[in-house]
């Protein structure tokens, strides 16, 4: 691998980790292309390259996989995870809810309760 394209892999990174770190908030390309020190095109098209997604879609797949573990082991409501994660409405949080994971998020729920912890005798 050369070095261009380690520093660039190294840049990407960085600017994942920062979507990461605020998965709730609206996706701002222009400033996670900034992290990464390229322009906002030019960033879409890496990301893709590199990480095989969108930097759109992978904000949201990393948003329903927070909203995964919320449903499962929390009690808030469907519409209160939607909008802890950052998604704008149900609706679109459902639809994508289901095309990722293949279920509604109260069928998920419904299937994926969390696990009792046994008491100590």
Do not use: W
């Not at 770190?21 to 893709?48: E, I, Q």
């Not at 808030?76 to 949080?93: K, M, R």
């Not at 069928?107 to 009792?116: G, K, L």
């Amino acid at each position: 691998m050369s070095r261009e394209t380690e520093a660039r892999n190294r840049r990407l990174l960085r600017a994942r980790d920062a979507m990461d770190r605020t998965y709730a908030s609206p996706l701002d390309v222009r400033a996670v292309a900034a992290v990464a020190h390229v322009s906002p095109a030019h960033f879409s098209r890496m990301f893709r390259e590199v990480f095989g997604e969108s930097p759109h879609r992978y904000l949201q797949r990393r948003r329903i996989e927070r909203s995964m573990f919320l449903l499962r082991d929390t009690e808030p409501t469907i519409t209160d995870i939607c909008f802890d994660v950052g998604f704008g409405s149900v609706g679109t949080f459902s639809r994508t809810f289901k095309s990722i994971i293949g279920l509604t998020p109260s069928a998920y729920r419904a299937q994926n309760t969390p696990m009792s912890t046994p008491h100590c005798v």
